[in-house]
């Protein structure tokens, strides 16, 4: 379990009632991404859902009942970080803050090239880019995710390029929605099979190939890939 000096609070409303978890803030993204990959006590600091972590209140199992629909911490967990929200200090923001956008400014130096030298760009002149446009990193999404969004407001600043692959995965039918939740943004096309099989195409930097795929092989063992030329 993560210490109760480094746990922040997780945080849902309903009724007018909070219901409060003490969470490892540097596991929460990677749960969302992947809950198997996190075992429930390396991610809580409690075994216990509160009213008020702070004053110690507890909900009764009835309250629980009412807002869950069941008294399971699994359940009550994933529907508080799901749909709540996470409290940081100032302090802790601003760490996260700061190292999702060391995270970004690497793979955008990974992953980007200068079109014009054919070279990557350094660290340096993307952070000042990023910078000049204001970008602000999100502690809780995806590096993936903000690559994108940060390229999208550089591109005017510095010229910036990705040699792209296409790839072609299929998965069983029955591993249909925590795979689109994570490659949704990159669906080129899409297909059911006869045999119930779902079908997609996705085009991604060619530097995150190996990555991505590993991502998606997580959430569905049965995973088939094609890069496609």
Avoid at 44 to 60: F, M, Q, S
Avoid at 103 to 127: F, S, W
Avoid at 174 to 182: H, P, Q
């Amino acid at each position: 379990m993560v210490s109760m000096d480094d746990a922040v609070i997780a945080r849902f409303e309903k009724g007018g009632k909070r219901y409060e978890v003490l969470v490892d803030p540097d596991l929460v993204h990677q749960w969302k991404d992947d809950q198997s990959s996190v075992e429930l006590d390396d991610l809580l600091a409690t075994d216990e859902v509160w009213h008020d972590v702070k004053n110690g209140e507890r909900p009764t199992a009835e309250k629980l009942e009412g807002v869950f629909g069941t008294t399971e911490l699994a359940t009550c967990v994933e529907k508080i970080l799901l749909e709540g929200s996470i409290q940081l200090t100032t302090e802790q923001r601003k760490k996260m803050i700061e190292e999702k956008t060391r995270q970004v400014i690497a793979d955008i130096c990974m992953l980007g090239i200068d079109p014009q030298t054919k070279l990557p760009h350094p660290p340096q002149r993307v952070e000042n880019a990023l910078i000049e446009a204001r970008f602000k990193a999100d502690p809780f999404k995806s590096v993936e995710k903000q690559v994108k969004d940060a390229v999208a407001m550089i591109r005017e600043l510095i010229p910036i390029s990705f040699t792209t692959i296409k790839l072609a995965f299929k998965v069983g039918g029955t591993n249909y929605g925590s795979v689109f939740a994570l490659v949704r943004e990159d669906v080129l096309r899409e297909d059911w099979l006869a045999n119930g099989d779902w079908a997609f195409t996705v085009e991604i930097p060619a530097g995150m190939k190996n990555d991505y795929i590993a991502k998606v092989g997580k959430r569905a063992s049965d995973v088939v890939v094609k890069e496609l030329k």
